[in-house]
Protein backbone atom coordinates (compact mmCIF):
# COMPACT_ATOMS: atom_id res chain seq x y z
CA UNK A 1 0.00 0.00 0.00
CA UNK A 2 0.98 3.49 -0.83
CA UNK A 3 1.91 5.84 1.74
CA UNK A 4 -0.88 8.42 -0.17
CA UNK A 5 -3.36 5.21 -0.20
CA UNK A 6 -2.52 4.81 3.98
CA UNK A 7 -2.38 8.52 4.91
CA UNK A 8 -5.59 9.50 2.58
CA UNK A 9 -8.37 7.46 4.83
CA UNK A 10 -6.32 8.96 8.09
CA UNK A 11 -6.22 12.73 7.11
CA UNK A 12 -10.47 12.05 5.85
CA UNK A 13 -10.66 10.30 10.12
CA UNK A 14 -8.30 13.40 11.40
CA UNK A 15 -10.58 16.41 9.88
CA UNK A 16 -13.97 14.16 10.23
CA UNK A 17 -12.97 14.76 14.83
CA UNK A 18 -12.27 18.17 13.88
CA UNK A 19 -15.18 19.57 12.16
CA UNK A 20 -17.82 17.42 14.58
CA UNK A 21 -17.59 19.83 17.22
CA UNK A 22 -18.16 22.72 14.91
CA UNK A 23 -20.65 21.02 13.59
CA UNK A 24 -22.38 20.35 16.35
CA UNK A 25 -21.50 23.73 18.33
CA UNK A 26 -23.43 25.60 15.43
CA UNK A 27 -26.54 22.95 15.56
CA UNK A 28 -26.62 23.57 19.37
CA UNK A 29 -26.17 27.83 18.30
CA UNK A 30 -28.96 27.26 16.00
CA UNK A 31 -31.30 25.56 18.34
CA UNK A 32 -30.87 28.37 20.92
CA UNK A 33 -31.40 30.69 18.48
CA UNK A 34 -34.69 29.38 17.50
CA UNK A 35 -35.48 28.84 21.47
CA UNK A 36 -34.73 32.70 21.48
CA UNK A 37 -37.42 33.37 18.68
CA UNK A 38 -40.07 31.20 19.89
CA UNK A 39 -39.13 33.21 23.64
CA UNK A 40 -39.30 36.88 21.85
CA UNK A 41 -42.02 35.98 20.04
CA UNK A 42 -44.33 35.02 22.96
CA UNK A 43 -42.99 37.90 24.45
CA UNK A 44 -44.26 40.50 21.42
CA UNK A 45 -47.65 39.19 21.92
CA UNK A 46 -47.89 39.63 25.37
CA UNK A 47 -47.00 43.59 24.44
CA UNK A 48 -48.94 43.70 21.95
CA UNK A 49 -52.01 42.59 23.64
CA UNK A 50 -51.03 45.29 26.86
CA UNK A 51 -51.27 47.68 23.59
CA UNK A 52 -54.49 47.02 21.87
CA UNK A 53 -56.23 46.04 25.71
CA UNK A 54 -58.95 49.05 26.38
CA UNK A 55 -58.50 50.04 29.96
CA UNK A 56 -59.31 48.59 33.58
CA UNK A 57 -61.29 52.00 33.94
CA UNK A 58 -63.32 51.00 30.78
CA UNK A 59 -64.46 47.54 31.91
CA UNK A 60 -65.42 48.35 35.13
CA UNK A 61 -67.55 51.66 33.89
CA UNK A 62 -69.32 49.39 31.67
CA UNK A 63 -69.67 46.05 33.24
CA UNK A 64 -73.10 45.92 33.70
CA UNK A 65 -73.20 46.42 29.77
CA UNK A 66 -70.26 43.74 28.80
CA UNK A 67 -72.00 41.19 31.00
CA UNK A 68 -74.95 41.02 28.33
CA UNK A 69 -74.65 38.26 25.51
CA UNK A 70 -72.99 39.74 22.36
CA UNK A 71 -70.71 42.63 23.45
CA UNK A 72 -67.98 43.74 23.71
CA UNK A 73 -64.76 46.34 24.29
CA UNK A 74 -62.47 46.73 21.61
CA UNK A 75 -59.12 49.15 20.49
CA UNK A 76 -58.64 49.70 17.58
CA UNK A 77 -54.78 51.23 16.98
CA UNK A 78 -54.30 53.29 13.64
CA UNK A 79 -53.08 51.49 10.53
CA UNK A 80 -50.83 54.40 9.25
CA UNK A 81 -49.01 53.91 12.26
CA UNK A 82 -48.61 49.66 13.23
CA UNK A 83 -49.57 48.07 10.01
CA UNK A 84 -46.08 46.18 9.46
CA UNK A 85 -44.70 47.53 12.83
CA UNK A 86 -46.92 44.14 14.89
CA UNK A 87 -47.00 40.62 14.46
CA UNK A 88 -50.97 40.84 14.60
CA UNK A 89 -52.00 41.12 10.92
CA UNK A 90 -52.89 44.99 10.08
CA UNK A 91 -51.18 46.53 13.28
CA UNK A 92 -54.66 45.96 15.10
CA UNK A 93 -56.07 48.52 13.53
CA UNK A 94 -58.88 45.73 12.52
CA UNK A 95 -61.22 43.93 14.21
CA UNK A 96 -64.02 40.85 13.68
CA UNK A 97 -66.81 40.79 16.42
CA UNK A 98 -68.14 37.51 15.38
CA UNK A 99 -64.68 36.02 15.78
CA UNK A 100 -63.49 38.44 18.60
CA UNK A 101 -60.14 38.63 16.86
CA UNK A 102 -57.70 41.90 15.57
CA UNK A 103 -56.11 39.33 12.95
CA UNK A 104 -56.54 41.05 9.38
CA UNK A 105 -58.60 38.22 7.07
CA UNK A 106 -61.55 35.92 7.55
CA UNK A 107 -64.15 38.00 9.40
CA UNK A 108 -62.82 41.14 9.37
CA UNK A 109 -65.93 43.41 10.26
CA UNK A 110 -64.21 46.86 10.58
CA UNK A 111 -60.91 48.80 10.31
CA UNK A 112 -59.25 52.11 11.35
CA UNK A 113 -57.31 54.11 9.21
CA UNK A 114 -56.60 57.96 9.26
CA UNK A 115 -59.32 58.40 11.38
CA UNK A 116 -61.59 57.15 9.67
CA UNK A 117 -63.59 53.49 10.66
CA UNK A 118 -64.78 51.53 7.68
CA UNK A 119 -66.66 48.53 6.78
CA UNK A 120 -65.51 47.21 3.69
CA UNK A 121 -62.53 45.52 2.31
CA UNK A 122 -62.07 44.04 -0.80
CA UNK A 123 -63.89 41.43 -3.37
CA UNK A 124 -67.65 40.81 -3.15
CA UNK A 125 -67.28 41.33 0.59
CA UNK A 126 -68.81 45.10 1.50
CA UNK A 127 -70.18 47.00 4.87
CA UNK A 128 -71.65 49.82 5.22
CA UNK A 129 -72.39 52.11 8.65
CA UNK A 130 -73.92 55.31 9.76
CA UNK A 131 -73.38 57.76 12.25
CA UNK A 132 -76.64 58.12 14.33
CA UNK A 133 -75.56 60.09 16.99
CA UNK A 134 -75.28 60.30 20.62
CA UNK A 135 -77.51 57.25 20.87
CA UNK A 136 -77.17 54.62 23.99
CA UNK A 137 -76.12 51.20 22.85
CA UNK A 138 -78.61 49.82 25.52
CA UNK A 139 -81.63 51.25 23.52
CA UNK A 140 -80.74 50.49 20.09
CA UNK A 141 -82.70 47.63 18.58
CA UNK A 142 -83.65 46.86 14.86
CA UNK A 143 -87.21 48.01 15.12
CA UNK A 144 -85.18 51.74 15.19
CA UNK A 145 -85.74 53.86 12.54
CA UNK A 146 -81.69 54.60 13.24
CA UNK A 147 -81.14 50.70 12.41
CA UNK A 148 -84.21 49.97 10.12
CA UNK A 149 -82.57 50.02 6.87
CA UNK A 150 -79.27 48.72 8.10
CA UNK A 151 -81.59 45.46 9.19
CA UNK A 152 -84.31 45.14 6.53
CA UNK A 153 -80.99 44.84 3.56
CA UNK A 154 -81.09 42.03 2.10
CA UNK A 155 -77.81 40.97 0.59
CA UNK A 156 -77.11 40.18 -3.09
CA UNK A 157 -76.38 37.07 -3.95
CA UNK A 158 -75.13 37.73 -7.15
CA UNK A 159 -71.94 39.09 -7.87
CA UNK A 160 -72.73 41.67 -10.11
CA UNK A 161 -75.25 42.71 -7.80
CA UNK A 162 -73.15 42.67 -4.44
CA UNK A 163 -70.44 44.84 -6.49
CA UNK A 164 -73.36 47.37 -7.45
CA UNK A 165 -74.70 47.16 -3.94
CA UNK A 166 -71.23 47.59 -2.73
CA UNK A 167 -70.23 51.08 -4.90
CA UNK A 168 -73.64 52.29 -3.99
CA UNK A 169 -72.10 53.09 -0.67
CA UNK A 170 -68.66 54.82 -2.02
CA UNK A 171 -68.93 58.57 -1.44
CA UNK A 172 -71.14 60.43 -1.31
CA UNK A 173 -72.88 57.54 0.39
CA UNK A 174 -76.50 56.19 0.27
CA UNK A 175 -79.62 58.45 2.34
CA UNK A 176 -82.63 56.56 3.55
CA UNK A 177 -84.66 58.55 5.45
CA UNK A 178 -82.72 60.93 7.75
CA UNK A 179 -79.78 58.83 7.89
CA UNK A 180 -76.36 58.67 5.29
CA UNK A 181 -74.70 55.31 5.00
CA UNK A 182 -71.32 54.64 3.65
CA UNK A 183 -68.63 52.29 3.51
CA UNK A 184 -66.67 54.32 5.94
CA UNK A 185 -66.87 57.30 8.32
CA UNK A 186 -64.81 59.72 10.32
CA UNK A 187 -64.15 58.79 13.83
CA UNK A 188 -66.25 60.71 15.77
CA UNK A 189 -66.24 60.80 19.97
CA UNK A 190 -69.08 60.01 21.67
CA UNK A 191 -71.16 58.85 18.57
CA UNK A 192 -73.22 55.84 18.00
CA UNK A 193 -72.45 54.04 14.52
CA UNK A 194 -74.68 50.96 13.32
CA UNK A 195 -72.97 48.73 10.75
CA UNK A 196 -73.74 45.95 8.19
CA UNK A 197 -71.13 43.79 7.74
CA UNK A 198 -72.00 40.92 4.49
CA UNK A 199 -69.32 38.49 4.19
CA UNK A 200 -69.88 35.95 1.64
CA UNK A 201 -69.43 32.78 2.79
CA UNK A 202 -68.54 33.55 6.07
CA UNK A 203 -71.34 35.90 8.32
CA UNK A 204 -73.75 38.35 7.77
CA UNK A 205 -73.91 40.90 10.55
CA UNK A 206 -75.61 43.87 12.25
CA UNK A 207 -74.30 45.27 14.97
CA UNK A 208 -73.47 48.55 16.24
CA UNK A 209 -71.02 50.08 18.14
CA UNK A 210 -69.73 53.55 20.26
CA UNK A 211 -66.92 55.53 20.22
CA UNK A 212 -65.64 55.80 23.89
CA UNK A 213 -62.68 57.65 23.15
CA UNK A 214 -59.79 58.69 21.36
CA UNK A 215 -56.50 58.31 22.92
CA UNK A 216 -53.15 60.46 22.07
CA UNK A 217 -51.62 57.60 20.37
CA UNK A 218 -54.70 57.74 17.53
CA UNK A 219 -56.18 54.39 18.97
CA UNK A 220 -59.90 54.48 19.36
CA UNK A 221 -62.08 52.37 22.46
CA UNK A 222 -65.22 50.93 21.12
CA UNK A 223 -67.90 49.99 22.85
CA UNK A 224 -70.27 47.17 20.94
CA UNK A 225 -73.23 44.85 20.57
CA UNK A 226 -74.52 42.79 18.06
CA UNK A 227 -77.80 43.04 16.93
CA UNK A 228 -78.65 40.44 14.69
CA UNK A 229 -76.92 37.64 12.70
CA UNK A 230 -78.12 36.90 9.67
CA UNK A 231 -77.76 33.38 7.56
CA UNK A 232 -74.46 32.74 5.85
CA UNK A 233 -74.95 34.67 2.66
CA UNK A 234 -73.66 32.99 -0.71
CA UNK A 235 -72.72 34.37 -3.75
CA UNK A 236 -73.18 33.01 -7.46
CA UNK A 237 -69.44 34.09 -8.77
CA UNK A 238 -69.60 35.41 -11.84
CA UNK A 239 -66.00 36.44 -13.68
CA UNK A 240 -67.06 39.18 -15.94
CA UNK A 241 -68.53 41.28 -12.71
CA UNK A 242 -64.74 40.63 -10.94
CA UNK A 243 -63.22 42.27 -13.76
CA UNK A 244 -65.71 45.00 -13.13
CA UNK A 245 -63.99 45.72 -10.17
Same mark, same amino acid.
Given at each position: @?S????? %???????????????E *? %??????????????????????? #???????????????? *??????????????????????L?????????????????????? $???????Y?????? !???F?? @?? $??????? #????????????A? %???A??????????????? #?????????????? *?????????????? *?Y?????L????????? /?? !? /?????W????????????? $????? %? #??
Amino acid at each position: @MSLRKFC %APALFFSLTLLSAPSE *L %AQADARAQAAAEIESLRAQIKAK #EAVLLAPSNEDRKAYA *LFLAQPGTGLVRLLPREKWDGVLSTRGGGAYYSFTLRSHEYGRGT $NVGLEQDYIGAGFG !GADFGF @MS $NVGDVPL #ETLSTGDEAVHFAA %AFKAPTAEADARAAHRSFW #EPGRREGDFVYKGR *LPVSVGSTYVVRSI *LYSDSDTLLAFRVLRKD /SD !G /SVVLLWKILQEFQKPTLER $NVAAA %A #EQ
